[in-house]
């Protein structure tokens, strides 16, 4: 079955420094994976995915993500952090079982980017 | 693009009553999925349909809980009766087909049952 797992549910960051939220995933196909954001009270915004091809992956608001094979991750960076990057991240992955075309999606973590 | 739109934002209703949630996708996708959102579940996908058809709906909870798609531009999720339990905040998403294609959220309706 896919799933992907955020381990950390509050990330803390100071502004200017480099961020990190984690995921780890597993699938029986091809890993299809993706970052979105959520703001309060607002829907999923989506950041960027990986798909096929460069194992760095750029998206949205400065936002990169690494995928890494061996370790099965796809962690999502940022190399300055902003306060106005606080807000709420999910990694998801496709579903290559029975609703080919949903996305499974972490419990999500919440990044806080103190001035 | 207007993106996908869902209304209403915020219903607050009584437990037993009957709650309707609207969806526009975005115009070209032709998947649409609901999920439900909450502190203790996290994103739940209820429902999802692929050209106006449902595919999986084992996320739906129970028989209270209904969905339509009548064309590619509308949808509905309809619970009756409603029970406090139902309180969520209840997301449509729209795609094209296609394993890379992303999902474009709506804003939301946040359901209130008392």
């Known amino acids: 079955a896919q799933s992907v797992a955020q381990p950390e549910d509050q990330v803390n960051v100071a502004e200017g420094n480099p961020l990190t939220v984690k995921c780890t995933y597993s699938v029986s196909g091809n890993p299809y994976l993706f970052w979105y954001v959520q703001y309060p009270n607002r829907g999923l915004q989506f950041l960027l995915k990986?798909?096929?091809?460069?194992?760095l992956v750029k998206g949205s608001y400065g936002f990169e993500a690494e995928f890494n094979k061996s370790q099965t991750s796809f962690h999502l960076k940022k190399p300055s952090a902003l306060v106005s990057d606080s807000a709420l991240y999910f990694c998801?992955?496709?579903?290559?079982?029975?609703?080919?075309?949903?996305?499974?999606f972490g419990k999500g973590t919440k990044l806080s980017v103190k001035p | 693009d207007a993106g996908v739109i869902q209304s209403p934002r915020h219903e607050v209703t009584e437990m037993g009553q009957e709650v309707t949630l609207r969806c526009k996708p975005i115009?070209?996708?032709?998947?649409l999925f609901w999920y439900r959102q909450t502190m203790m579940r996290g994103l739940e996908l209820l429902i999802y349909f692929n050209n106006n058809v449902p595919i999986d709906d084992s996320g739906m909870p129970e028989d209270r809980f209904s969905a339509k798609m009548p064309n590619a531009s509308f949808s509905t999720l309809k619970i009756q009766p409603s029970e406090p339990r139902d309180s969520a905040v209840y997301f449509c998403?729209?795609?094209?087909?296609?394993?890379?294609?992303?999902?474009?959220f709506g804003e939301g309706s946040r359901l209130t049952v008392l």
């Open positions: 998403a729209s795609s094209r087909t296609g394993g890379g294609g992303e999902l474009f």
């Open positions: 998801a992955v496709r579903d290559w079982g029975g609703s080919q075309g949903n996305l499974i």
């Open positions: 115009s070209g996708h032709n998947s």
């Open positions: 990986y798909i096929t091809g460069d194992n």
